[in-house]
């Protein structure tokens, strides 16, 4: 079956830690994306990459990083310069054909104690 | 700037109907998604409208404005797992998604 895969689900850390969210998708789809999702806000762009080794920032791309060294996956890595890292972290992918529709991971939650 | 604009919370009654307005002030339209989403799960999507108009799918369906700027998405015969968040996204002249907050729907028996 094609998907979407994240993990792990939950993760726990501490401050001042980097911590790496994982991303892989077996759809071919050349463009992926790393969102947040904070109670009562809209999902916000972190980073999007619209083919291998290439990426861009978002709208809130301080204080994290991305790779995208294969076609199937573009892990995130949270940095200890992130001031609030505590969210739900969703990736989703697409095709590179204009307008095309999203496919989301199942996201993971990221708490930093 | 760019917003999306939709209702916090909506409840709606077990095998009624329900509308879920969306409005959006963005730079340039390619399109408006509506995607659903369970409590701690992934979006998922709904459908998609670029031409004004209504889109049927099933027991969903659609609407688009664009002159206006608006957008509802219709629940027919409404079923408990039709309850969740409906997020409303709007895709900018850069094909960049604008996401609003989400309306959570609760149904209620």
């Not at chain 1, 505590?86 to 095709?95: G, K, N, P, Q, V």
């Not at chain 2, 916090?8 to 109907?17: L, Q, S, V």
């Amino acid at each position: 079956d094609g998907g979407i895969t994240q993990s792990p689900k939950y993760l726990f850390r501490k401050e001042g830690q980097n911590v790496t969210l994982s991303c892989e998708q077996n759809l071919n789809h050349d463009a992926m994306y790393w969102y947040r999702q904070d109670p009562g806000q809209g999902l916000r762009l972190i980073y999007y990459s619209q083919i291998v080794n290439d990426f861009q920032k978002g709208d809130i791309a301080e204080g994290y990083s991305v790779s995208r060294e294969k076609k199937e996956s573009f892990p995130l890595t949270v940095t200890s310069a992130q001031k609030n890292p505590t969210a739900f972290y969703l990736c989703a992918s697409s095709t590179n054909q204009e307008a095309d529709t999203q496919y989301f991971g199942p996201g993971t939650r990221l708490t930093v104690l | 700037g760019q917003n999306i604009d939709q209702p916090t919370e909506m409840t709606a009654t077990e095998g009624a109907i329900v509308q879920i307005n969306c409005t959006y002030q963005t730079s340039g339209f390619n399109g408006l998604f509506w995607y659903q989403q369970h409590a701690g799960e992934a979006p998922t999507f709904l459908s998609y409208n670029v031409l004004d108009g209504l889109e049927e799918k099933g027991r969903f369906s659609s609407f688009l404005s664009r002159s206006k700027g608006y957008s509802y998405l219709l629940l027919k015969e409404l079923q408990m797992k039709d309850s969740a968040s409906y997020l409303c996204a709007v895709m900018d002249s850069n094909y960049q998604l604008i996401w609003g907050a989400g309306t959570k729907l609760i149904i209620k028996p």
